[in-house]
Every structure is written in C-alpha cells, then in structure tokens.
C-alpha cells in the first residue's frame, strides 16, 4: 500500500487493522465469553496467543510498507547507538507531562478503570497484554503502519500533521469519549509519534511504551 493507492482505500485498509485490533482484545474477556473461571495460566495462554498472532500480522504488513514505499527511510538503520537516549527522554517526558496534569483530573480514566478490574482476577495474562504485547501492537498501528498510510511525504508540514493525527487517534482509542482523557493519551501519542520520527525505528517506540507501561504495571502490582 503506497501513497499512489486512493486515499478511500487507504482509510478501509487501516480502518480494517484497528477493527482487527479490537476485535482480538475479546481476549481479555475470555471469562465471560466462555461462561467459566479460567485458571491464570489458561487466561494468559489465551491472551499470548491471540495478540501473538495480531502482532505477527501487524509486523509483516508493517515491513511490507517500509518496503514499497518508504520516503522517510523507517527502518534503514538497525544500530541503537544514539536512540536509546530518545527513548529515555520520551518516557521521561511522558511521565513529567502527567505529573503536572493528574492533579486537574476527573478521578479515573474508564480505560484504566477497566484494565485495574481485570488485573485484579487475571494478574498474569493482563501484565503481558498491558505492559509488553499491547505496546507492541499499538506502536506498530498508531505509529508504524499510521504513518506511512497517511501524510507520507518527508517534510516538516507531513511531519507535523502526521504526528498530530496518530496521536488523536492514540487518543480515541483510549478514550472515545470528548474529555481531558481524550487530550491526555493524544500528548502521549504525539510523544511516541515524535519518538518515531527522530529515531527512525519502530523498536525504539516499543521500548518506551513497554517500559512506560511496565513502570505503571509495577505501580499496580505495589497497590494489589
């Protein structure tokens, strides 16, 4: 898929990989769909299959657009020296951003209210969604599969409106709903979107979403 294909078809085909991601995350409730109480390792099995599977179709048609039609050359240089700084301050930065927002916050964000329920029962198989599998999948939609679907030029005005655009829909993901939660996980998106563009690697995007959620989920882990 390049920019010579319709813009209709672009907006189906990634219309097409978040209702896929969506419709995997059924996964995390397994309990209810199936009517009984899954142990913790049945829970966790059905999980890690299920977002494998997703991932590894997301990573083929990711490297499959990296091939086809590739401006910003995503993906050319595979040494980290240089990139695990970006990845420190973006996680750094994400967290600095929420320190000075979370006073201004409504109570709890319906997504992390929902998340915080199913850890409670299924403690293994929601920590390997949430802090490792569901990063990976995330950052290769929102960010690597995004922004090479939509504004695919390389220059700063494509830039911007593309870090911008995957950063609300980021958003939307997490927070349907007109709120500050929408705006809240929008600057977290636009953070990884940065993250993206001056890296270059969409590794470096799932290290730091993995290590920001993993800081989250020990946070929870302390609380249980």
Known sequence: ??????????????????????????????????????????????????????????????????????????????????????????????????????????????????????????????TLYGAILGPIIEELLYRGIFMNYFWNENDRKHDILAVVTSGLIFGLLHEPAISLYLLVYSVIGIFFGILYLKTKDIRCNMIAHILYNSITFIVMFTAL
């Open 1 to 126: 898929m390049t920019k010579r294909q319709p813009l209709i078809w672009r907006i189906l085909f990634f219309a097409g990989f978040v209702f896929l991601q969506n419709l995997s995350t059924l996964a995390l409730m397994a309990d209810q769909l199936l009517n009984t109480n899954l142990s913790q390792g049945a829970f966790a099995l059905i999980i890690v299959v299920v977002f494998l599977a997703v991932m590894m179709y997301f990573i083929r048609v990711y490297q499959r657009q990296i091939q086809e039609y590739n401006p910003r050359g995503f993906g050319r240089e595979l040494a980290m020296k240089g990139k695990i700084k970006w990845i420190l301050l973006t996680v750094a930065a994400v967290y600095l951003f929420l320190i000075l927002v979370t006073p201004l916050m409504p109570g709890e964000a319906d997504n992390q209210q929902n998340i915080d329920q199913l850890f409670r029962v299924h403690v293994l198989g929601i």
